[in-house]
């Protein structure tokens, strides 16, 4: 069974369908089936009001007389069929719009698929107040990111960032920096993401993933770096917004943090043999904080050192742990 962001199987052949559904009860429902098996999925659909018929066809090419949509097991595995017309096949993998040549993809079948046959009634259950709910979680998304979005502009404005294009620039670069080192996140959380795949081809389709995958990736074996990046953008984006005063420390944290972007450059062409594009985000974006930080005088300010300086490097620590502790469950929840 496949699953990506917000779609499934289930909820695409029921999208396809024309089935009302709510996509996080019908993705949860379909996630925590008895039997994650064709079988399973059958008793799921009934509920529905969608009955599935098995069917085993000798001679594939005839598909184009099976009424769409239906799922097709191939020897990748099961996509859902959306039309067969002019010689071509339009169909929906892992939520992907793919089209191919009917002989091909007539080749790669197994022979093995699944027609849906809808009820009159056919419908979530309890539809309604799951719509209901669905709708009051995406207010408070909404609720939080407009209150986020306040915070952020009245910290930049009151404390004064606004004043020098140096502070804008690490601003924008420190929020930036959380966006990517939250893609590594998921990624080595094994979360799909459309964005964070989009941006992993751009250098080398499927880099991101053999990166990730390696020893390297752990700091001291223990830390993913995708994590050391995250708390690093996200404390470093805090401090500057809350306490601006202390932007030298930030410079000198940013000096201490370079030598590792050497490091990951020669690990991934002499090493690994395979370039990580978010990877190369990161190491980019640290030398543009550096250049910010360097062009605004704020090295300068590093010195002399006070507590404030450790207790900046404990807070680094402090939200790695953290996310440290939270990646196992991710990656279970995910599974």
């Known amino acids: 069974m496949v699953t990506t962001d917000d779609y499934t199987l289930f909820t695409d052949l029921l999208g396809l369908l024309g089935v009302r559904h709510t996509a996080e009860y019908s993705n949860r429902r379909f996630r925590t089936m008895p039997f994650p098996t064709m079988f399973g999925l059958k008793k799921l659909l009934e509920e529905y009001g969608v009955d599935l018929v098995g069917l085993q066809m000798d001679d594939c090419s005839k598909i184009d007389v099976i009424p769409?949509?239906?799922?097709?097991?191939?020897?990748?595995?099961?996509?859902?069929?959306?039309?067969?017309?002019?010689?071509?096949?339009?169909?929906?993998?892992?939520?992907?719009?793919?089209?191919?040549?009917?002989?091909?993809?007539?080749?790669?079948?197994?022979?093995?698929?699944?027609?849906?046959?809808?009820?009159?009634?056919?419908?979530?259950?309890?539809?309604?107040?799951?719509?209901?709910?669905?709708m009051a979680n995406g207010a408070k998304k909404w609720v939080l990111a407009v209150a986020a979005l306040l915070l952020f502009g009245y910290l930049f404005v009151a404390n004064g960032l606004y004043?020098?294009?140096?502070?804008?620039?690490?601003?924008?670069?420190?929020?930036?920096?959380?966006?990517?080192?939250?893609?590594?996140?998921?990624?080595?959380?094994?979360?799909?993401?459309?964005?964070?795949?989009?941006?992993?081809?751009?250098?080398?389709?499927?880099?991101?993933?053999?990166?990730?995958?390696?020893?390297?990736?752990?700091?001291?074996?223990?830390?993913?770096?995708?994590?050391?990046?995250?708390?690093?953008?996200?404390?470093?984006?805090?401090?500057?917004?809350?306490?601006?005063?202390?932007?030298?420390?930030?410079?000198?944290?940013?000096?201490?943090?370079?030598?590792?972007?050497?490091?990951?450059?020669?690990?991934?062409?002499?090493?690994?043999?395979?370039?990580?594009t978010l990877c190369l985000c990161v190491q980019c974006m640290l030398w543009m904080l550096f250049f910010c930080y360097l062009g605004g005088g704020w090295l300068r300010e590093a010195l002399p050192l006070r507590v404030e300086f450790f207790v900046l490097g404990v807070t680094y620590v402090a939200v790695m742990l953290g996310l440290n502790s939270l990646m196992p469950l991710l990656d279970r929840n995910n599974k």
């Not at 010689?87 to 849906?116: C, H, K, N, W």
């Open 163 to 276: 004043r020098h294009v140096s502070t804008i620039l690490l601003t924008i670069i420190n929020l930036a920096g959380v966006y990517i080192s939250m893609l590594l996140v998921q990624k080595s959380a094994h979360i799909k993401n459309r964005h964070a795949d989009a941006v992993c081809s751009v250098v080398e389709a499927g880099g991101c993933d053999d990166i990730l995958s390696t020893d390297a990736s752990k700091f001291f074996g223990i830390f993913g770096w995708s994590e050391v990046g995250f708390a690093y953008f996200s404390v470093s984006l805090l401090c500057l917004l809350i306490f601006p005063q202390y932007i030298g420390y930030l410079a000198l944290c940013n000096v201490i943090c370079l030598p590792f972007s050497f490091w990951s450059v020669w690990y991934q062409k002499f090493k690994a043999k395979a370039w990580c």
């Open 68 to 134: 769409t949509p239906f799922i097709a097991q191939t020897v990748k595995g099961l996509v859902i069929v959306k039309e067969v017309a002019g010689g071509e096949v339009s169909y929906l993998s892992q939520s992907v719009d793919e089209r191919a040549p009917e002989e091909r993809f007539v080749s790669a079948m197994t022979g093995r698929i699944f027609v849906p046959v809808i009820r009159e009634e056919a419908s979530e259950p309890e539809y309604v107040t799951h719509r209901f709910t669905d």
